[in-house]
């Protein structure tokens, strides 16, 4: 019983930090789609999307009649404050290009090459507030290319290729 109680008080505290992080990213906002904006085409060149602070829009491409737009917000001073080694939150979100819809369901990955023979992945993209994403590593300068695969709610594989010269 001394065990259980022991056991379960070691588990409660290495879960907390999880649940800050949890908060951490709805208080700092990684991009929801409240904060970038509509996906459908406006005039402005960024297909309606507004962008709040420090985020960095990668580009868009359409493959297969779903286009994928990518962006990265810096993330290293809020992921520092709590001991995590993440800089950057990679999104993307997908577009249905016939019906102007967001595809907000399926599986999406991200395999990251870069400076100095520098591989990361696959990592999983989780779906997040009409995008998906995860929280990345990008550990010194230079140039970084990212390669989304995907298997959407339609089965059909696509992938796409983004490139981003972090400075």
Same mark, same amino acid.
């Given at each position: ?8 008080? /070691?588990? #409660? /505290? ?12 709805? $208080? =700092? =906002? %990684?991009?929801?789609?409240? !904060? +970038?904006? #509509? *996906?459908?085409? =406006? ?6 999307? !507004? *962008?709040?602070?420090?985020? /960095? +829009? ?15 917000? =810096? ?5 520092? $404050?709590?001991?995590?080694? &993440?800089? %950057? %939150? ?7 290009? &016939? #019906? ?12 990251? &090459?870069?400076?100095?023979? @520098?591989?990361?992945?696959?990592i999983k993209l989780?779906?997040?507030?009409? %995008? ?10 230079? $140039? @970084?290319e990212f390669k989304?695969?995907?298997?959407? #709610?339609?089965?059909? $594989?696509?992938? @796409?290729?983004f490139e981003y010269? @972090?400075?």
């Open positions: 019983m001394k065990r259980f109680f022991t056991l379960t008080a /070691i588990l #409660s /505290i290495l879960v907390l930090p999880l649940g800050a992080l949890a908060m951490s990213h709805e $208080k =700092d =906002d %990684h991009g929801s789609m409240d !904060s +970038m904006g #509509s *996906m459908k085409d =406006d005039s402005s060149g960024h297909g309606g999307m !507004s *962008m709040k602070g420090d985020m /960095i +829009m990668l580009g868009e491409k359409t493959e297969d009649g779903v286009k994928a737009m990518v962006h990265l917000k =810096d993330v290293k001073d809020a992921m520092a $404050k709590m001991g995590m080694s &993440e800089t %950057h %939150h990679f999104m993307v979100m997908f577009m249905d290009t &016939e #019906s102007g819809e967001p595809v907000e369901s399926g599986l999406a990955a991200v395999k990251i &090459e870069g400076p100095d023979d @520098y591989t990361a992945g696959p989780m779906g997040m507030q009409g %995008h998906f994403g995860a929280d990345i590593t990008l550990p010194e300068k230079g $140039k @970084y989304v695969g995907t298997k959407l #709610s339609d089965g059909q $594989k696509r992938q @796409y290729e010269d @972090y400075k």
